[in-house]
């Protein structure tokens, strides 16, 4: 069973900054391909950046970019997202999420994806 615990949202000024954290459980956190999605009101899911599962590759989305980081820990088994210079448009509830198999490449599509967690809500004031 693969679980995966999300942390460090919040409130936030516009131009701060939060870390978001995702907690895998399991063993085969290293051979996983880790996404982040958000989702706002009344929008649907979007993928906001991915990272492979050797850590060398990224993906993020251009909306983002320059702004938004991801990096994973295999020791800790922890995925991160270092969001700067946050602006209203960020707010929304921000998942992590986990695929089963080990690919080179990093999808955009939340349906390649196999394991979600509960989500973390990040407001973004202007």
């Known amino acids: 069973q693969v679980q995966l615990v999300e942390s460090g949202g919040g409130l936030v000024q516009a131009g701060g900054s939060l870390r978001l954290s995702c907690a895998v459980s399991?063993?085969?956190?290293?051979?996983?391909?880790m996404g982040w999605f958000r989702q706002a009101p009344g929008k649907e899911r979007a993928f906001v950046g991915g990272?492979?599962?050797?850590?060398?590759?990224?993906s993020i989305v251009d909306s983002v970019k320059g702004r938004f980081t991801i990096s994973k820990d295999n020791a800790k088994n922890t995925v991160y997202l270092q969001m700067n210079s946050l602006k209203p448009e960020d707010t929304a509830i921000y998942y992590c999420?986990?695929?089963?198999?080990?690919?080179?490449?990093?999808?955009?599509?939340?349906?390649?994806?196999?394991?979600w967690g509960q989500g973390t809500q990040v407001t973004v004031s202007s």
């Open positions: 999420a986990a695929t089963k198999g080990t690919y080179l490449g990093i999808s955009r599509l939340k349906t390649d994806y196999d394991y």
């Open positions: 990272i492979n599962y050797s850590g060398l590759s990224t």
């Open positions: 399991g063993r085969t956190f290293s051979s996983r391909t």
